[in-house]
């Protein structure tokens, strides 16, 4: 599992550290970028701002999206992950403290392939990284990175 680059997209630091926590306890070595806004995400997957240049055919193979972002949502950040070419197909998993019914239908409407609320308990959030894990690093076929 440890080639594939998971994109965590979350500003509190204390989840940062949670989700790295949680990872690290599941032996899911996977290399974790962590951007700390809507915009900077942004910037990593389209090479812009403080990315440029950056290597665009080594991409995420599974980005943690939280929705409460500063700068650019995470519901932005979606969407513009969905309508361009080169990310359109890149598994989003929307890992949130949201338990709004229109956050998860805008969220499925823009075309997150999971939504998971994040548990309150350590335990409970451990197994639940466990599992996306699993299936999204895995299990998971993966859509072909596009180049267009």
């Known amino acids: 599992m440890s ?9 509190n630091p204390d989840d940062v550290v949670l989700t790295q926590r949680a990872l690290k306890k599941q032996n899911i070595a996977n290399r974790v970028v962590v951007t ?3 915009a900077e995400a942004l910037d990593f997957l389209f090479a812009t701002g403080g990315f440029a ?7 995420p193979d599974l980005v943690l999206l ?15 992950i ?6 359109s197909l890149l598994p989003v998993v929307v890992l949130t403290t949201s338990d709004e019914e229109k956050d998860l239908i805008n969220c499925y409407t823009s075309g997150c392939n999971s939504y998971i609320r994040k548990p309150v308990d350590f335990t409970q959030f451990v197994e639940a990284v466990r599992a996306l894990g699993q299936y999204w690093l895995t299990l998971n076929s993966p859509a072909p990175l596009r180049t267009a």
Not at 53 to 59: A, F, Q, Y
Not at 82 to 87: E, M, P, S
């Open 3 to 11: 080639s594939k680059m998971i994109l965590l997209v979350e500003d």
């Open 66 to 80: 939280d929705l409460k972002l500063p700068k650019t949502s995470g519901l932005e950040v979606l969407r513009s």
């Open 53 to 59: 240049g950056r290597d665009t055919t080594v991409m």
């Open 36 to 38: 700390q806004d809507g």
């Open 82 to 87: 969905r309508v361009n070419a080169r990310t």
